[in-house]
Structure formats: structure tokens, C-alpha cells
């Protein structure tokens, strides 16, 4: 299946998760990769909502200010931080660059 998306965000906890040691496990991550999704942007562990909210909401404020998504996440990320929030709160977001990105 070929997807055509620019960039997809998975907000559900553990979603860029892969339990390690069991084979034919694949993420959500990895499908959207697959299936040709530019960038995935997804949480590495459980988060907390009022933060998490906060930090996609600056985060596709930078998007819509046409800002590279890794520059967008750092931003958001770095926002949390001026705000002395520990990094549970936005440490774990990753971006994965899919296929129009070099994948």
C-alpha cells in the first residue's frame, strides 16, 4: 500500500515502540514508513495530556510557518524546556523520515 502523506503523527502513547526480542512484530511507525509516509513523528512512552497538547500544538504552529518538521519538534521541545518542564514531558517525541526524506 503507498500512502501519500507528508507527514503523519501518532499521538497514542508507545506508538514508536517495538518490543524487543519478538520476532514479526512490526509499529505503527514502521508502517507508515513502509507504506511511504515522508515523516511520522510518535511518542517513545506514556505522556502526560496537558503537556503533550501543548507541545503538538507549537509543534504544528512551526509546520504551518512551513518549518522543516525535525525544526518544528526541536522547537516545540525546546519551548517545554524555557518552561523548566522535565524532559518526561517532551523527551519522548521521535521523527522518522520516510521515503521522499532519503528512507
Not at 518490543?19 to 514479526?24: M, N, S, T
Request: negative net charge.
Amino acid at each position: 500500500m503507498h500512502l501519500n502523506a507528508k507527514l503523519v503523527t501518532l499521538s497514542a502513547c508507545n506508538t514508536g515502540v517495538v518490543r524487543v526480542g519478538e520476532a514479526g512484530i512490526a509499529n505503527l511507525v514502521n508502517a507508515f514508513i513502509e507504506a511511504c509516509a515522508d515523516s511520522v513523528v510518535s511518542p517513545l512512552w506514556e505522556l502526560e495530556d496537558h503537556s503533550t497538547s501543548r507541545m503538538m500544538t507549537d509543534f504544528y504552529r512551526h509546520v504551518a510557518m512551513h518549518q522543516p518538521e525535525a525544526k518544528a519538534l526541536r522547537y516545540a521541545q525546546l519551548e517545554l524546556v524555557r518552561d523548566k518542564a522535565p524532559p518526561y514531558y517532551w523527551a519522548s517525541f521521535q521523527l522518522v523520515e520516510g521515503c521522499s526524506n532519503g528512507a
